[in-house]
């Protein structure tokens, strides 16, 4: 069996590379204006992007969108729109994380990361961006542990009802699977600093 099972593939309007679906971000066009549509649930025609600023500003230029949307598009302030799709990301990985923890597959603190990593039963942890690098380096087992860094402490305690959440860790299974693979692709638009 393949590591990694393989889903539609699109290719991205602007690089022409060709990706799973679900790796890349599909725009659709509402009322004449660019939406990026995660769920894929909006109607009419669409086309994919790379999560990337560059596929994004490229995309965005040449008319590409208006010929691939096969309508006259407003292409508006890319940055605005790169900005907007983090956010909605953001929320995205929020709901699923809202999910995860109805499940009973999502741990928070320190202690109850380190008891699941030692059981081998995580699968990923998630760090706020401002926990410090000491705290995160007293956990003894987070080292050979995929690590993505998701909001800051209030907002990630926010996001799970508690008042600061400085570490997660994601349980093995399907819904940590869907989380891991909307933090690759929130991280790819938040590396390059948008
Ligand atoms: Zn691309």
């Known amino acids: 069996m393949s590591e990694k099972e393989q889903g539609p593939q699109r290719t991205c309007i602007a690089c022409r590379r060709e990706a799973d679906k679900d790796d890349l971000v599909r725009l659709a066009a509402v009322n ?8 894929g649930k909006l109607g009419g025609r669409g086309v994919y992007v790379c999560p990337s600023e560059k596929c ?3 995309a965005f230029g040449n008319e590409r969108l208006s010929r691939g949307l096969k309508q006259k598009v407003a292409s508006g302030d890319i940055a605005e729109f790169a900005a907007g799709l983090r956010e909605l990301m953001a929320r995205r990985i929020v709901s ?3 999910m995860a923890q109805k499940a009973g597959v999502l741990v928070a603190g320190a202690t109850a990361v380190e008891e699941r990593c030692n ?5 990923f ?6 926990l410090s690098e000491r705290s ?8 050979r542990l995929r690590r993505f860094v998701f909001l800051d402490k209030d907002r990630l305690g926010a996001a799970l009802g508690r008042e600061s959440v400085g570490i997660i860790a994601i349980l093995h299974g399907g819904l940590a699977r869907t989380i891991a693979r ?3 692709r929130y991280g790819s638009l938040a590396d390059l600093g948008v």
């Open 32 to 39: 004449g204006r660019v939406v990026a549509d995660l769920l």
């Open 56 to 58: 994004i500003a490229a």
């Open 96 to 98: 699923l994380l809202h």
């Open 119 to 123: 059981k081998n039963e995580a699968a």
């Open 125 to 130: 942890m998630m760090v706020a961006s401002d």
């Open 136 to 143: 995160a380096g007293k956990l003894p087992d987070v080292s």
């Open 182 to 184: 909307e933090l690759v």
